[in-house]
């Protein structure tokens, strides 16, 4: 083999080995972004469920004076506040269902 075939040789392994390089580099490009993408996801989701945590303890805490008084005076000022102002007089919150 003269020396023109050894060098072209060489030139087209080493654009063999760049190929596959570059391949594999975009494979790791997308499991990497894959990956990201992933864990983003969790970290949402993660954060909707520490929301609406912090929502229904509000609730909860908001509303236990309420179960804790020992008669409906003591309970009236917490009735109150989370009463729907355009009907002081109703009880239930069957208007707020219909709304929607």
């Not at 003269?2 to 040789?9: A, F, M």
């Not at 008669?71 to 919150?93: I, L, Q, V, Y």
């Amino acid at each position: 083999m003269r020396i023109r075939g050894k060098v072209l040789s060489i030139v087209g392994i080493m654009g063999v080995v760049a190929a596959l390089i570059t391949g594999i580099g975009l494979y790791v490009v997308a499991e990497y972004d894959h990956q990201i993408q992933r864990l983003d996801d969790s970290s949402k989701r993660a954060l909707y469920g520490e929301t609406m945590n912090r929502l229904v303890t509000a609730v909860v805490m908001e509303s236990r004076g309420i179960y804790a008084a020992a008669n409906t005076e003591k309970g009236r000022p917490f009735r109150r506040r989370h009463h729907h102002p355009a009907r002081p007089d109703r009880r239930s919150h069957r208007h707020l269902a219909s709304a929607r």
